[in-house]
């Protein structure tokens, strides 16, 4: 497990208030997330609607379906399925730093969205970059001897015979 890292929490929190307009309530990065509401209210943000229903207060059985019901919204915006932290990461606090790199793949996913016009989080997206060569140029290499397959001056191994077998002088 990656150790924590309280300056990416920060820039994380920081990021989810710039991008809600609303301040955060005070407390610890995991007490602030661990409910859901904000994390759904993000998703709606990010997708209006995407979220439907968000349960503000109850059970801890029903807080943890607003955490899944985050999951299952960012994963349909894009963030990769192997990013996106397990709900016992947040809720329990079994794996703090899952949830915060899941929160940045999604600040980096937002990029990818020419709709979202909010702050960006985490470093810019690469775009692609599609190369095309011309037959000459893809065998241009051909001529030159590849030093990795082994060049050795003529030597080979005849007469060496199985393996496993000693050498007649």
């Known amino acids: 497990m990656a150790p924590r890292n309280k300056q990416q929490?920060?820039?994380?929190?920081?990021?989810i208030a710039a991008v809600l307009g609303e301040k955060l309530p005070p407390g610890a990065y995991e007490d602030v997330l661990k409910d859901g509401v904000i994390l759904c209210k993000l998703a709606n943000?990010?997708?209006p609607g995407s979220v439907k229903k968000i349960q503000e207060r109850g059970t801890n059985f029903q807080l943890m379906e607003n955490v899944q019901r985050f999951q299952a919204a960012i994963k349909k915006y894009?963030?990769?399925e192997e990013e996106i932290f397990q709900t016992a990461d947040l809720?329990?606090?079994r794996n703090i730093p899952q949830v915060t790199l899941c929160l940045y793949s999604l600040g980096r996913i937002t990029q990818k969205h020419p709709e979202y016009t909010g702050p960006a989080l985490g470093p810019k997206m690469a775009d692609k970059n599609e190369?095309?060569?011309t037959e000459e140029q893809l065998r241009a290499h051909e001529g030159e001897?590849?030093?990795q397959?082994?060049?050795n001056k003529g030597a080979s191994q005849a007469g060496v015979g199985a393996f496993g077998n000693t050498r007649h002088m």
Do not use: A, C, I, S
């Open 9 to 15: 929490e920060q820039e994380v929190l920081d990021w």
């Open 45 to 47: 943000k990010l997708t």
């Open 78 to 80: 894009g963030v990769p």
């Open 91 to 93: 809720f329990e606090r």
């Open 131 to 133: 190369r095309t060569f």
């Open 145 to 147: 001897l590849n030093l």
């Open 149 to 151: 397959m082994g060049y």
